[in-house]
Each structure stands twice: as structure tokens, then as C-alpha cells.
């Protein structure tokens, strides 16, 4: 493990999703310690008229060029708006782009395909209104880490599928995307930092609940990964998910998908939240740059 990492795992909440409201807690608080420098960002709150609504917070730099809608992780069990915050706000400014948060609803008390849709919602919506919004609607992006990365993956499947708006690039940090879980990493890492195998279990089974794993709620289900929008796929080498990003990134590559892929040597999951350490202000600020160039 990176040696400026590893002095932290200890501060990182346990590995269990069985209490999703104490879960919900530990997440908020941990997210509360971040900074979340807004500095030179216009702040705007919004509600996209699906189903019951979805809250959005857009993020916007000055001179912003493109926007990317973007996901939070927690298992698709925890986070919101606010525990997003610090992350959402850095990638406006690091990417000037503007960002556009979306607080999807949360398994289990609304499992598959309640998040999906709602971020479905939200990308259709964003570019129904993207002149309104002062976005080009030809420079959309979707995005997430993590839960959130999974489910952006999925969405831009369904949007290529439907073809129903424009997605110009996915950036996937850390996504979640099988919940089969047979690969080595999945099988190898099963009492990682921050994410064991026993947690990415209760995590699909939350959010698949008693519905099948199809490739909407599992893009590495997909059969067929052509026509999809270009990739960044990021890893941690100490994370059951590294081997699953490895292996779409790969699969991407052989549908004729433009991918370039970051595997992180001696991180785990969720450690670019240790702001302290080289190699996480490397890897927030690589996507800032990454965004920023397939944006322009």
C-alpha cells in the first residue's frame, strides 16, 4: 500500500451495509471532515420532474466549456447533495466544466431501477434544456464514482440503446459493474479497506433487491459494448471492483470504444478522499484534466 495511504485506513467507517440509516450517518460524517471549497462556482439547486422528483445541484465555473452529469458513490445505498459536495465542487474547477449533481434515490427502500431511472430522467432532461441551462448540448458527459460510476455506465448503455441524447464521454472512477463478483480481485481482496467482499454483497443485493441483474443494473452484463460513448476508467489496485473496470475498459477497447484507463498502484477504495496523500491529489486532479480535454 502507498505508504502515505496507509496510516489512514483505520479513520475509514467498517465494512458493513446491514444498517443502511447508521451507514447513511458514517458517510456524512466522514464527508462533513472534507473541505468543499466553492470558490468561483455558481451554485444553482433544481428538482427534475420524474417521478417523484429529482433534487440536482449544478456547479458552475466561470467560462465553464461542457458539462458532465455526475453520480455519487455509496453502494447505491448512501450519499446525497451534500456528502457529494467536496468532490462535485472540485471537479468544476478542476475540469471547468459544469457539474451537475444528482441525488438518485437510494436502495434498499428503493432498489433497482428507481436510481436508474432517475438518472436516466436527468440526463434526458438536461438535454431537453441544456440552452436554458447555458450548456452545449453536443458537450454532455455522464459520470460517478464507484455505485455511481456503475450506474453511469448502465445509463449510457440505455441512452446508445434508445438513442435518446447525446453522451459525449463516461468517466468511470472505481465503478462497480458486476454483481456476479467472480473475478480474481473479487475473490482475492475480500477484507480490503473501506470495501470487502461481504459489503459489495449486500450492496448488489440492496439494490438489485428481487429483480434480475440485467445489463441496466449491471453494465457488465452487457453483450454488446459497441457505439458507446469514449471512456476513462479508473481502478485501485487494493479493491474487489479493480478487476471488473480492467476488464470493461478492455472489452470497450474490442467493441471499438476509445478508452484510456488509470489502474492507481497502492490505493484502495475511496482513498482519493485522503486529500493528504500525492497520490490522490494526482488522481483528482487527472480527472479534472481528463474531463476538461474530452469536453473541449
Given at each position: 500500500?502507498?505508504?502515505?495511504?496507509?496510516?489512514?485506513?483505520?479513520?475509514?467507517?467498517?465494512?458493513?451495509?446491514?444498517?443502511?440509516?447508521?451507514?447513511?450517518?458514517?458517510?456524512?460524517?466522514?464527508?462533513?471532515?472534507?473541505?468543499?471549497?466553492?470558490?468561483?462556482?455558481?451554485?444553482?439547486?433544481?428538482?427534475?420532474?420524474?417521478?417523484?422528483?429529482?433534487?440536482?445541484?449544478?456547479?458552475?465555473?466561470?467560462?465553464?466549456?461542457?458539462?458532465?452529469?455526475?453520480?455519487?458513490?455509496?453502494?447505491?445505498?448512501?450519499?446525497?447533495?451534500?456528502?457529494?459536495?467536496p468532490?462535485?465542487?472540485?471537479?468544476?474547477?478542476?475540469?471547468?466544466?459544469?457539474?451537475?449533481?444528482?441525488?438518485?434515490?437510494?436502495?434498499?427502500?428503493?432498489?433497482?431501477?428507481?436510481?436508474?431511472d432517475?438518472?436516466?430522467?436527468?440526463?434526458?432532461?438536461?438535454?431537453?434544456?441544456?440552452?436554458?441551462?447555458?450548456?452545449?448540448?453536443?458537450?454532455?458527459?455522464?459520470?460517478?464514482?464507484s455505485?455511481?460510476?456503475?450506474?453511469?455506465?448502465?445509463?449510457a448503455?440505455?441512452?446508445?440503446?434508445?438513442?435518446?441524447?447525446?453522451?459525449?464521454?463516461?468517466?468511470?472512477?472505481?465503478?462497480?459493474?458486476?454483481?456476479?463478483?467472480?473475478?480474481?480481485?473479487?475473490?482475492?481482496?475480500?477484507?480490503?479497506?473501506?470495501?470487502?467482499?461481504?459489503?459489495?454483497?449486500?450492496?448488489?443485493a440492496?439494490?438489485?433487491?428481487?429483480?434480475?441483474?440485467?445489463?441496466?443494473?449491471?453494465?457488465?452484463?452487457?453483450?454488446?459494448?459497441?457505439g458507446?460513448?469514449?471512456?476513462?476508467?479508473?481502478?485501485?489496485?487494493?479493491?474487489?471492483?479493480?478487476?471488473?473496470?480492467?476488464?470493461?475498459?478492455?472489452?470497450?477497447?474490442r467493441a471499438g470504444?476509445?478508452?484510456?484507463?488509470?489502474?492507481?498502484?497502492?490505493?484502495?477504495?475511496?482513498?482519493?478522499?485522503?486529500?493528504?496523500?500525492e497520490?490522490?491529489?494526482?488522481?483528482?486532479?487527472?480527472?479534472?484534466?481528463?474531463?476538461?480535454?474530452?469536453?473541449?
Open positions: 500500500m502507498d505508504p502515505e495511504l496507509e496510516p489512514f485506513t483505520a479513520l475509514f467507517p467498517p465494512a458493513d451495509l446491514s444498517d443502511p440509516v447508521s451507514a447513511r450517518e458514517q458517510l456524512a460524517e466522514l464527508s462533513a471532515a472534507l473541505p468543499a471549497d466553492t470558490t468561483g462556482l455558481a451554485l444553482e439547486d433544481h428538482v427534475v420532474p420524474a417521478g417523484t422528483g429529482v433534487p440536482i445541484r449544478i456547479y458552475r465555473p466561470q467560462d465553464a466549456h461542457g458539462a458532465v452529469v455526475w453520480l455519487h458513490g455509496g453502494g447505491f445505498v448512501m450519499g446525497d447533495l451534500d456528502t457529494e459536495q468532490w462535485a465542487a472540485t471537479l468544476a474547477r478542476s475540469s471547468g466544466a459544469t457539474v451537475i449533481s444528482v441525488a438518485y434515490r437510494l436502495a434498499p427502500e428503493h432498489p433497482f431501477p428507481a436510481a436508474h432517475d438518472v436516466y430522467a436527468t440526463v434526458l432532461w438536461v438535454a431537453e434544456h441544456a440552452e436554458e441551462l447555458g450548456l452545449d448540448p453536443a458537450r454532455i458527459a455522464i459520470g460517478g464514482h455505485s455511481g460510476a456503475g450506474i453511469a455506465a448502465a445509463v448503455l440505455r441512452v446508445r440503446d434508445e438513442q435518446s441524447a447525446p453522451i459525449r464521454f463516461q468517466l468511470l472512477h472505481q465503478p462497480g459493474l458486476d454483481d456476479r463478483q467472480t473475478t480474481w480481485s473479487a475473490t482475492t481482496f475480500t477484507e480490503t479497506p473501506f470495501v470487502t467482499r461481504a459489503k459489495v454483497a449486500q450492496m448488489w440492496h439494490y438489485l433487491g428481487d429483480a434480475p441483474a440485467t445489463p441496466y443494473a449491471a453494465a457488465a452484463r452487457a453483450t454488446d459494448l459497441s458507446l460513448p469514449p471512456a476513462y476508467i479508473a481502478t485501485a489496485e487494493f479493491c474487489p471492483n479493480r478487476d471488473e473496470g480492467l476488464e470493461y475498459a478492455l472489452r470497450l477497447l470504444v476509445p478508452v484510456e484507463v488509470h489502474q492507481w498502484p497502492g490505493t484502495f477504495h475511496g482513498s482519493q478522499a485522503i486529500l493528504s496523500a497520490i490522490s491529489q494526482r488522481q483528482n486532479a487527472e480527472l479534472g484534466a481528463v474531463l476538461r480535454r474530452a469536453l473541449a
